[in-house]
């Protein structure tokens, strides 16, 4: 049990491990849900990982998102150790040098490459539900949460889209480590199948992602090897198990409320916002930071070497945040930006626009192909907490 540092006080103190909080493999967002202390400051503390923060209160949250003044994004995660291994960029960096990072890789990610790709996506959506629909039952995550996404990204940095069996494992040791893998393993394994892809692209650029951003100057220089492995390293993380994670929640909100199949299904006009309004509803990503100084959050002295972490469910289903949080309502008239699925200010995710894509073809080609489909009675849905919270089984059955 690690010690309580003199800063802390008491009563803040609460034993929470971000990985396996009690009651997340039945709804991980739920689980989270406990941390709400109304009348507290908006953090707790948790001896767990060698003892950290984490905010619970909506507002506390987002400022603590955007304040760069007093936190940094070094440390990547509670995980001791994680961050001194990965070093990846952009995600690592801070202030100019980040800029300077995060500059050609905006560019890469531009909506004119995302808008390219939609004919794509959709009829790798078409190919999986077509093989789907005769069957009349699946399990959503292996049979397609987890490969649309993945095929589509593993196209796009222009590498085998057999090699998702090879990666997949990798992308969830990040986000949800099981301990049978050490850091540098992982990070190993991660640059083992990329150093020969990434020298290739530094050498002769082709039309795939990593190419393009390869292509940008940092600051009006070429990317090193070294800066060019994090910056797969890092694109490929982010990319590996967000969507797949995402769109499987996604999926169980309409098997549970076949009135919002039904309402998409009789007006597609509405699937943008809808797609919005979920993304808003089941948030899965959570961040840290660690501080840079000493500062206050509503009288709590936050040290210079603690670490915060900042959890995306405790924003968007807070009450003060969002009218009755728990109701997925289409006529929101949500602006994406508001909520922290996607977190906010400077490492805001590049992947946003494609992400955001990816579910709406998704919501257009299930609804559009499918019967009415709900969660088989017969089986358990399961889920993991984690940096990336996620489904582990979604069974589905067509009406
Ligand atoms: C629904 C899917 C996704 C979710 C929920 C998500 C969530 C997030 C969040 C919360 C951050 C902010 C991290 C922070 O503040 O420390 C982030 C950053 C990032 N995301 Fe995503 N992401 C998704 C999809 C993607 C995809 C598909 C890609 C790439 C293919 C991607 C690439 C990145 C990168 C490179 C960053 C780092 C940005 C920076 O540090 O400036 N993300 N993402």
């Known amino acids: 049990m690690a010690v309580i540092p003199?800063?802390?006080?008491?009563?803040?103190?609460?034993?929470?491990?971000?990985?396996?909080?009690?009651?997340?493999?039945?709804?991980?967002?739920a689980a989270w849900q406990a941390l709400r202390r109304p009348d507290g400051p908006g953090l707790v503390w948790?001896?767990?990982?060698?003892?950290?923060?984490?905010?619970?209160?909506?507002?506390?949250?987002?400022?603590?998102?955007a304040d760069t003044a007093n936190l940094s994004s070094q440390v990547l995660a509670v995980v001791p150790g994680?961050?001194?291994v990965m070093q990846l960029i952009p995600l690592q960096n801070d202030g100019a040098e980040h800029k300077a990072f995060r500059t050609p890789i905006m560019k890469g990610f531009a909506g004119r490459h995302i808008a390219a790709l939609e004919s794509a996506v959709r009829a790798l959506a078409q190919e999986l539900i077509a093989e789907l629909k005769p069957r009349g039952a699946c399990d959503f995550m292996p049979d397609f949460a987890e490969i649309f996404p993945v095929h589509i990204f593993l196209s796009m940095l222009g590498v085998p889209v057999e090699d998702r069996e090879r990666?997949?494992?990798?992308?969830?040791?990040?986000?949800?480590?099981?301990?049978?893998?050490?850091?540098?393993?992982?990070?190993?394994?991660?640059?083992?199948?990329?150093?020969?892809?990434?020298?290739?692209?530094?050498a002769a650029p082709g039309e795939d992602l990593l190419s393009r951003i390869l292509a940008e100057p940092v600051q009006g220089r070429a990317w090193t090897l070294d800066e060019a492995l994090r910056m797969a390293r890092n694109v490929l993380f982010a990319g590996l198990d967000t969507v797949a994670a995402m769109v499987g929640m996604v999926a169980m909100h309409l098997a549970r409320y076949p009135d919002d199949q039904r309402l998409l299904r009789g007006q597609p006009d509405l699937i943008p916002a809808a797609a919005d309004e979920l993304m808003r509803r089941y948030p899965s990503a959570s961040v840290s930071r660690n501080a840079v100084a000493d500062f206050e959050v509503n009288g709590v002295t936050i040290k210079a070497g603690d670490i915060v972490y900042l959890p995306s469910m405790l924003h968007n289903l807070d009450p003060a945040c969002f009218d009755q949080p728990e109701e997925a309502r289409?006529?929101?008239?949500?602006?994406?930006?508001?909520?922290?699925?996607?977190?906010?200010?400077?490492?805001?995710?590049?992947?946003?626009?494609?992400?955001?894509?990816?579910m709406i073809v998704f919501l257009e080609e299930w609804l559009g192909a499918l019967p009415e489909f709900a969660i088989d009675p017969a089986r358990p849905v399961t889920m993991k907490a984690g940096n990336v919270g996620t489904l582990t089984s979604l069974p589905l059955i067509w009406k």
């Open 6 to 29: 003199a800063h802390v006080p008491a009563e803040l103190v609460f034993d929470f491990n971000i990985f396996d909080p009690p009651g997340a493999e039945a709804d991980y967002i």
């Open 46 to 65: 948790t001896p767990a990982f060698g003892g950290h923060w984490i905010a619970t209160d909506g507002a506390v949250i987002r400022r603590l998102w």
């Open 82 to 84: 994680l961050g001194e």
């Open 167 to 202: 990666l997949r494992p990798l992308g969830a040791q990040l986000t949800r480590p099981d301990g049978t893998m050490g850091v540098v393993e992982l990070r190993d394994a991660v640059d083992d199948y990329l150093r020969p892809h990434v020298r290739q692209r530094l």
């Open 330 to 358: 289409f006529d929101r008239g949500l602006n994406p930006i508001h909520h922290t699925t996607f977190g906010v200010g400077a490492h805001r995710c590049v992947g946003a626009g494609l992400a955001r894509m990816e």
